[in-house]
């Protein structure tokens, strides 16, 4: 069963720091750049996301497990009261990682379901960072972030509503990339936010699934 947090926590000014605020404009500038007919998005938080493209003339849709936070849609993410490739863009930012993984693997395949070309989602990444900026003359600052995979990963998440997170103790990049693949997407990119390293971004586009694969999403 996914955490349930409470809905005046996303209301409260230290939830929107400076780099949460870094992670919206890619939260935003993602699907702005794909020009989406159509987009889902899942989890809204405190709904600054959805207002902006709103505002910018995208067709949303917007959906949440919490009736308080007044989204389109009041469901699970697990069972989506939508039919198969329903909207051309789904977006699930900050979301997963709230449920136990198997849970979460399901969430992911009933996104591939309603999508009919690509899904956005984020997730908290534990490793740690080093990151250069380097100012050139006459051009945009060079920027370098490199992941430092833990020698022994932390055996649980380090934020406390979390149940897994990229990093921790058998949950690898590796491992979820791979596990991304087999729920039927190409990922396009992937990424974490130079300014925010705890989030990890992933642009995915929706393949065909294979028998297998379909008889892995009925198991």
Not at 22 to 39: D, F, K, M, R, T
Not at 50 to 59: A, E, I, R
Request: overall charge positive; aromatic content about 12%; hydrophobic content about 35%.
């Amino acid at each position: 069963m996914a955490t349930k947090i409470d809905s005046h926590y996303y209301q409260r000014r230290e939830y929107d720091s400076k780099q949460r605020f870094i992670s919206y404009w890619h939260q935003i500038n993602e699907v702005l750049v794909l020009h989406p007919s159509s987009v889902l998005e899942i989890g809204i938080g405190n709904g600054f996301v959805s207002q902006y493209l709103k505002h910018h003339g995208v067709n949303i849709t917007t959906c949440d497990n919490d009736q308080t936070l007044s989204a389109d849609y009041t469901a699970s993410i697990i069972h989506l009261p939508f039919d198969k490739n329903s909207f051309e863009a789904v977006t699930a930012y900050e979301v997963l990682e709230h449920m136990p993984y198997q849970e979460a693997l399901k969430a992911l395949r009933e996104l591939h379901k309603v999508s009919s070309r690509w899904v956005i989602i984020s997730l908290p990444e534990a490793n740690r960072s080093l990151r250069f900026e380097v100012p050139v003359p006459k051009v945009t600052k060079v920027k370098k972030l490199i992941s430092l995979p833990y020698l022994w990963p932390p055996k649980k998440p380090l934020f406390k509503g979390h149940f897994w997170e990229i990093g921790q103790k058998g949950y690898s990049l590796k491992k979820i990339l791979q596990d991304i693949k087999d729920s039927g997407f190409k990922i396009l990119r992937t990424y974490r936010v130079f300014e925010n390293p705890r989030h990890r971004f992933f642009i995915l586009e929706k393949l065909r699934l294979s028998s297998h694969q379909k008889q892995n999403m009925t198991d």
